[in-house]
């Protein structure tokens, strides 16, 4: 779909690519950088390719909290500067929110239940994605099938409820200790006030 698609914590770029366009310091002003320095050198014709190795991510800490507010700001980041991109193809991609709507169409087309579908569909996600887990791990998860299980669902449930939230704060992010109000496309301006956004 010509989407340019830069992950921040992953990748590599050439010094004087960078100074091509601005440098860091020209992106100081956003919380997405990554992003916006991709899309500067996507613009000048060049083109990015994904990696055959996985890059793995070390979190300091493993609690559901955290992980849910880091998904509710990537989100509305998301949300100012690609909001049609995120609130709706990626909303179609998810797998709860396309086979509900692929459900219904294939039940008006062709008379499909609704509930095979989604049954069928789910199962197919749910294998797709223990085989991709276990090729970036490189072998055996180092968790139980049934710990997959729990997390897959709390996975496919928590985009609706990340969604939600980051639409009802979509201008205010925290970072950290730090409170930032986003503009239009993701520039940042920080509060020097501590804003409660809870």
């Known amino acids: 779909m010509n989407f340019n698609l830069f992950v921040g914590m992953s990748y590599l770029l050439k010094k004087n690519l960078v100074d091509s366009v601005g440098g860091f310091a020209a992106f100081g002003n956003c919380l997405a950088e990554d992003f916006f320095m991709s899309e500067a050198l996507y613009q000048k014709g060049y083109r990015f390719e994904v990696a055959a190795y996985p890059a793995k991510q070390n979190f300091a800490e493993v609690d559901l909290r955290i992980f849910k507010d880091r998904l509710v700001r990537w989100s509305q980041l998301r949300l100012n500067m690609i909001p049609f991109r995120h609130l709706v193809l990626e909303t179609l991609g998810e797998p709860l929110s396309g086979a509900f709507?692929?459900?219904?169409?294939?039940?008006?087309?062709?008379?499909?239940?609704?509930?095979?579908?989604?049954?069928?569909?789910?199962?197919?996600?749910?294998?797709?994605?223990?085989?991709?887990?276990?090729?970036v791990q490189g072998g055996p998860l180092p968790f139980s099938n049934l710990q997959f299980l729990k997390a897959w669902f709390l996975w496919l449930f928590l985009y609706v409820y990340v969604t939600a939230e980051a639409v009802y704060n979509a201008k205010l992010v925290k970072w950290g200790t730090k409170m930032f109000r986003l503009t239009n496309f993701g520039e940042i301006k920080y509060m020097e006030d501590e804003i409660s956004i809870s």
């Open 101 to 135: 709507i692929v459900g219904i169409i294939l039940y008006f087309l062709v008379g499909l239940s609704p509930i095979k579908f989604c049954t069928i569909h789910f199962l197919c996600k749910l294998v797709t994605d223990y085989i991709l887990l276990r090729l």
